[in-house]
């Protein structure tokens, strides 16, 4: 089939779900070349953040959902993952990949049309590499791939938000905003509604990303910017159109006097009942992961291992058609209000999302039964 995806909910025929290989991203000191001793040392301590049995239950969790959406008649696409860590160098830094598993983070598909970021995270330059096979094959019934300029990262991208001489606070971490020197963004800040697309400012996407995504859909499209419903990273934990008419809301960062104007005319489900994480992931996050952050910091080179994603991460559903949505399974509030509004869920097991990202984040939808409409005039 050719790639055609307009919206989140329209009956889903071909997806890229994908896969959990991979370990921490290393980003090197600017100061010149890295020794093998070094390198060496590095990786062994990222290994240790992640063991051979959390990226087995990654991976079995995801073939779960892989099979999941092949029952549905789904087209399962994966990534290749041949060439996740590798060391790489620009002529402005020097980074290594971690995995290839949040698939939307990094594209956009608009119609026929496939919109590769540019992330304003150093180690995720070459991820959308994994994804290659994927669209040369696509390429052969045609569409349109476009690519992002590269950003080069001259000098510090990313700065704390002040307000009133203070520094500002979200999911209990400093708020921290991008410049606006170069066109920054991941996808996974925008939500797809037909012709409109509500983009997040955040610390994954900045204006002038919108400027330019917005210059190259053309006149055919509208993105609409928003940063007061919430300003860390993506929308897909904050803002989930069920179906035309009906938004699911994340009720502790959007309220009536917040809500995007363009959502004004549709019915909202504004939901705050989230199952915390659980304790065995935060045990791993902080007797783990940061324990790893913290020798790596000390060894000049720089990690994401100290976050890790909020409860939030719980309201990250995929819809299958606007009657169907996939969910994690220990989500029982979100599932009984989800059938409340006539939409059946299906749970699956997501164990790690709180690590690696939820079921939305994981997928990327290539082609849906959609057609461009206006929803909105």
């Known amino acids: 089939m050719k790639v055609n995806s307009h919206n989140e909910w329209d009956r889903l025929r071909e997806i890229i779900v994908g896969r959990g290989e991979g370990q921490a991203c290393l ?3 600017e100061s010149g070349p890295v020794s093998s001793e070094l390198l060496e040392k590095a990786n062994r301590l990222a290994r240790e953040a992640f063991p051979p049995w959390l990226v087995d239950e990654i991976n079995e969790d995801l073939e779960g959902l892989c099979d999941v959406l092949k029952s549905f008649g789904v087209k399962v696409y994966r990534p290749d993952v041949s060439r996740v ?6 002529p402005y830094f020097g980074a290594s990949g971690d995995h290839c598993y949040n698939m939307r983070d990094l594209h956009l598909v608009v119609g026929n049309t496939v919109v590769e970021g540019p992330s304003q995270e150093r180690h995720r330059y070459f991820e959308a590499m994994g994804l290659y096979d994927v669209w040369y ?6 569409f349109r791939w476009i690519v992002a300029p590269k950003p080069r990262f001259n000098g510090e991208h990313m700065i704390v ?3 009133d001489g203070k520094a500002q606070y979200e999911d209990g971490q400093k708020f921290i905003k991008l410049k606006e020197e170069e066109i920054l963004f991941e996808p996974a800040n925008t939500v797809r509604m037909g012709r409109d697309l509500l983009y997040l400012v955040s610390r994954s996407g900045n204006y002038l990303g919108a400027k330019w995504l917005q210059s190259v859909l053309g006149e055919e499209y509208r993105v609409h910017t928003t940063e007061k419903i919430y300003r860390s990273s993506h929308i897909d934990s904050t803002v989930l159109c069920l179906r035309p008419g009906l938004v699911l809301l994340n009720a502790e960062r959007v309220n009536p006097q917040i809500c995007p104007e363009i959502l004004c005319k ?8 989230i199952i ?9 996050q902080e007797e783990v992961r940061e324990k790893v952050h913290r020798e790596l910091a000390q060894l000049g080179i720089r ?12 309201m990250n559903i995929l819809s299958v058609d606007p009657q169907t949505v996939i969910v994690d399974e220990r ?7 989800l059938e409340k509004h006539g939409i059946t869920p299906v749970p699956i097991r997501f164990r790690h999302s709180y690590i690696m990202g939820g079921i939305h984040c994981s997928t990327l939808d290539t082609v849906r039964d959609s057609k461009l409409e206006n929803y909105f005039d």
Request: proline content about 7%; overall charge negative; cysteine-free.
């Open 27 to 29: 980003v090197f000191p």
């Open 276 to 284: 915390p994480t659980p304790e065995e992931e935060v045990r791993f």
């Open 266 to 273: 549709w019915d909202k489900v504004y939901f705050s009942d």
């Open 137 to 142: 094959d696509y390429l052969k019934e045609g």
């Open 331 to 337: 989500q029982i509030p979100l599932i009984r209000v």
């Open 85 to 90: 860590n590798r060391l790489f160098a620009t």
């Open 161 to 163: 938000y002040y307000e």
């Open 303 to 314: 990690t994401h291992l100290d976050s890790l994603s909020s409860h939030w991460i719980g």
